[in-house]
């Protein structure tokens, strides 16, 4: 009788360490990359982004300078699309940590992040990476909050 329990014991252990395969199984903990592509925070280097009010004025500055120089070509800072999504609301739509991980890993972004795939079926170009390191990244995010309204 004993010997019987174990087996059975041993037979359920094997199905849940086993079972599933590639699917994922939704009983199991999340990874922190899946966690944080659920909370709509993407996916890379960037797990929280503290904001400030008011806005860093020089941040500000500095993040225009590198729209003009670097995203410019893509996109307006309306809500009109250009090759890219028009910027107006980016940050009402959006993460500021989604903002900055798109900005800074857009490869994998767009290979994970179902929101960034979604914009690409709208676009149908991949934003190429722009080498933006992770200061720049929230210097742009600082204009973008300021093109947003933001005081
Ligand atoms: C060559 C064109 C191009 C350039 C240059 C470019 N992007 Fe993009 N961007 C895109 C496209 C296209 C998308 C939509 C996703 C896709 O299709 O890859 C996008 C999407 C985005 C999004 C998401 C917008 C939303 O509505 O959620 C952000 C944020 C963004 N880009 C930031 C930047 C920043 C910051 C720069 C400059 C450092 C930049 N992009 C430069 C083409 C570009």
Redesign the pocket.
């Known amino acids: 009788m004993k010997i019987r329990y174990y087996s059975l014991c041993l037979f359920l252990l094997g199905l849940a360490s086993c079972g599933g395969g590639s699917a994922p199984q939704t009983a199991a903990p999340k990874s922190p990359d899946e966690q944080m592509l659920a909370e709509g925070k993407g996916i890379g280097e960037i797990k929280s982004v503290e904001l400030n009010s008011p806005l860093d004025a020089e941040r500000v500055t500095r993040g225009k300078a ?2 003009d120089m ?2 410019a ?3 307006k800072l309306t809500d009109q699309k250009f ?5 107006k609301d ?1 940050t009402k ?2 993460k500021p940590e ?2 900055m991980n ?2 800074t890993n ?1 490869e994998i972004m ?1 290979d994970k992040d179902e ?2 795939q979604k ?2 079926q ?7 990476n ?1 080498n ?1 390191s992770t200061g ?2 929230r210097d ?1 995010l600082e204009f ?1 909050r300021s093109n947003d309204g933001e005081k």
């Open positions: 590198i729209y670097k995203c070509a893509c996109h090759v890219g999504p028009g910027w980016v739509r959006r989604w903002i798109m900005v857009v767009l929101e960034a914009l690409l709208l676009c149908l170009t991949r934003m190429p722009q933006v720049d990244a742009v973008m």
